[in-house]
């Protein structure tokens, strides 16, 4: 049964491929995506060591001079996707949007390396001047108080692009008109699975604003009336620092200045605990508030060292969400009023978060829950194939179908459980 899905996630990534980068999916997704291409390439690693680091070597193709890293890069035109590149407008070569997605990239180039020796260290030597130059941007240019945690200044900048999180914090954001049309998006999925089009049109006002402030990194925080410490996107950066600094070390390179993000962030990231609610929220920079809703991002810093008591009350109220869904890990709690079962991260479960969750588990001695995630992982692709994300409480798969990072992380998964790449199982 097992073999079966296997051989069917590898034809779902040898039909994304498109050379040297994979498509998220047919029609829905026709570029190269931010974090799409970290978990897709943990996939190809279990195929073709080479391909994984020929994926983010294309991605890389994308970056700007100044270290920053675009979430889409348009290597070939299509129309089947808004808003294209010519909405974007940034100028670059190649075509690329003007805004970040988390840089789950330096675990990923960790992870390979520690599984393919001496070959992926040549490999990786080539990325980790990339990689420094996305992380000092971020650090920079995101942090202009140096508090050490970075703001996003788009909800599609944190990849849960309709989280709960951002209601309160995207009505400070006016609506830029878009007729319902000109959305394709809900031309692939059903309507009632994807945002909504008054969501939709502030993503564009946001999107047409930076274009006019010629996407200048200090402009762009300064203007954007959406600015947020997402804890989802700062836990990965702190890992990926973390991931940065092992790298360092292993290519010969100096991890002082990776190693100090990390340890800044670590104890900055005390202001998103949040002590009755028992997990982390985000910060709304604008309001100076911590937002209060609670979702699957406010786990994610289980991928950091924290201290045993703060694990401990983390892992009750995972175990509380565990008691709620059918299948783990819903984006939201089931209970929560503004859950919705089917709408992309108001409620369905991601492949991509019940990795980062099971490392983080793995990380911390929770082998059972990580375990846990690992089967419900296995047991909707079953049911439902390799769907974009699936309903917590029934397993119907949902979004786009043969979706590139769920056959990825499939492949990743098939043969067992994974182990984080820093940290005491590393
Ligand atoms: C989309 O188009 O849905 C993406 O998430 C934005 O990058």
Same mark, same amino acid.
């Given at each position: 049964?097992?073999?079966?899905? %296997?051989?069917?996630?590898?034809? %779902? ?10 498509? =998220? ?25 080479? #391909? ?27 129309? $089947?996707?808004? =808003?294209?590149?010519? &909405? ?18 330096? +675990? &990923?180039? /960790? ?8 070959? $992926? ?26 508090? *050490?945690? &970075? ?44 945002? @909504? /089009? ?26 954007? !009336? ?31 200045? +990776? #190693? *100090?993000?990390?340890?800044?962030? /670590? ?22 508030? #911590? ?9 994610? !810093? ?23 869904? #059918? ?20 409620? =369905? ?42 309903? !917590? ?23 067992? @459980? ?9």
């Amino acid at each position: 049964m097992l073999r079966d899905r %296997v051989q069917e996630a590898v034809d %779902v990534l040898r039909a994304n491929d498109r050379g040297g980068y994979t498509v =998220p999916t047919q029609g829905l997704y026709p570029f190269q995506w931010l974090w799409d291409s970290g978990f897709v390439a943990l996939g190809w690693a279990v195929l073709e060591e080479k #391909r994984a680091f020929d994926e983010l070597e294309t991605l890389f193709r994308g970056q700007w001079e100044n270290g920053f890293l675009p979430h889409i890069v348009f290597h070939r035109d299509d129309p $089947g996707y808004f =808003p294209g590149p010519e &909405v974007w407008g940034t100028g670059r070569e190649p075509r690329s949007s003007g805004i970040t997605q988390p840089p789950f990239l330096a +675990p &990923v180039v /960790l992870h390979l390396v520690r599984a393919s020796g001496e070959k $992926g260290l040549a490999w990786a030597r080539k990325l980790y001047p990339r990689l420094l130059a996305l992380h000092r941007f971020l650090h920079l240019h995101r942090d202009s108080e140096g508090t *050490g945690l &970075v703001a996003v200044l788009h909800p599609w900048e944190t990849g849960m692009d309709n989280s709960p999180a951002w209601d309160l914090p995207l009505k400070r954001v006016p609506r830029h008109p878009l007729p319902s049309e000109a959305r394709r998006d809900t031309k692939h999925v059903p309507p009632e699975e994807r945002p @909504q /089009l008054k969501d939709y049109e502030r993503y564009l006002y946001l999107v047409s604003l930076f274009r006019r402030l010629g996407y200048d990194p200090g402009f762009c925080y300064r203007e954007s !009336p959406f600015r947020v410490v997402d804890v989802g996107f700062n836990a990965l950066l702190l890992f990926a620092d973390e991931a940065l600094a092992e790298l360092a070390q292993l290519l010969g390179e100096n991890p002082s200045e +990776p #190693r *100090g993000w990390w340890q800044k962030g /670590l104890s900055a990231l005390e202001a998103l605990w949040e002590e009755e609610a028992g997990l982390y929220r985000s910060l709304d920079l604008c309001s100076g508030r #911590r937002i209060p809703r609670d979702t699957s991002a406010g786990f994610l !810093p289980l991928l950091l060292p924290l201290p045993r008591p703060r694990v401990e009350r983390l892992m009750a109220t995972f175990r509380a969400w565990m008691g709620e869904a #059918r299948y783990l890990f819903p984006s939201v709690l089931p209970s929560a009023p503004y859950f919705e079962a089917k709408r992309y991260w108001r409620g =369905p479960v991601w492949a991509p978060v019940n990795w980062l969750l099971a490392w983080g588990l793995v990380r911390h001695g929770f082998p059972k829950e990580a375990a846990r995630l690992r089967e419900d992982f296995l047991a909707l692709v079953e049911r439902s194939g390799f769907r974009e994300y699936y309903h !917590p409480l029934t397993g119907e798969g949902l979004g786009g179908q043969g979706f590139s990072w769920t056959a990825a992380l499939y492949l990743a998964w098939a043969r067992g @459980q994974s182990s984080p790449p820093v940290g005491p199982s590393a």
